[in-house]
T-cell receptor
């Protein structure tokens, strides 16, 4: 079983809806990441948190709003999304911001915007 | 900027045969790390193998091994005795120490295992 758990596994939402994605890890990691994975495109890093503080926002539209209440939990709040936002959203974590041992990933949330 | 290139979008291999997935990267640094991740239909990205650039010895993990050619900036993954469970997307990734940045991933290679 993965050390990083993402819910829900699938999500279909209308463009006017508000929904949230949840990520949880109990690995004792301090850094957490949101990635967007679209077909035939490289993984896109969206946000990085370290010790609950956001350290990186890669020019992500404001319709995506992250929240990190503690080092174990990470949320991605969604509102007024567009169809092109449909993708697999992956959460990952690492001990700290050093990536020399790689990241631990969750199984993602498959988001469809209709 | 550092880049990771996987030139094979898709590959197929017969069950029990050996397959090699290619990866090249661009860097001017000498101290870095390379990874291969597997993403099966379950969607979870799983770390398959890790290579430290300052180590000349190629990393191996059971049926998975790499051919790390530092001068050529090449990092291929060899899967021996391919099994149906090896069918997945495989991502090559790069991480550089001493740089305030994150792991860089290639676009991936989809591997099909033919029974």
């Amino acid at each position: 079983e993965t050390g990083v758990t993402q819910t829900p596994r699938h999500l279909v939402m209308g463009m006017t809806n508000k929904k949230s994605l949840k990520c949880e890890q109990h690995l004792g990691h301090n850094a957490m990441y949101w990635y967007k994975q679209s077909a035939k495109k490289p993984l896109e890093l969206m946000f990085v948190y370290n010790f609950k503080e956001q350290t990186e926002n890669n020019s992500v539209p404001s319709r995506f709003s992250p929240e990190c209440p503690n080092s174990s939990h990470l949320f991605l709040h969604l509102h007024t999304l567009q169809p092109e936002d449909s993708a697999l959203y992956l959460c990952a974590s690492s001990q700290d911001l050093q990536g020399d041992y790689g990241y631990t990933f969750g199984s993602g949330t498959r988001l469809t915007v209709v | 900027a550092q880049t990771v290139t996987q030139s094979q979008p898709e590959m197929s291999v017969q069950e029990a045969e050996t397959v090699t997935l290619s990866c090249t990267y661009d860097t001017s640094e000498s101290d870095y790390y390379l990874f291969w991740y597997k993403q099966p239909p379950s969607r979870q990205m799983i770390l398959v193998i890790r290579q430290e650039a300052y180590k000349q010895q190629n990393a191996t993990e059971n049926r998975f091994s790499v051919n790390f050619q530092k001068a050529a900036k090449s990092f291929s993954l060899k899967i021996s005795d391919s099994q149906l469970g090896d069918a997945a997307m495989y991502f090559c990734a790069y991480y550089e120490m001493n740089r305030d940045d994150k792991i860089i991933f290639g676009k991936g290679t989809r591997l099909h295992i033919l029974p």
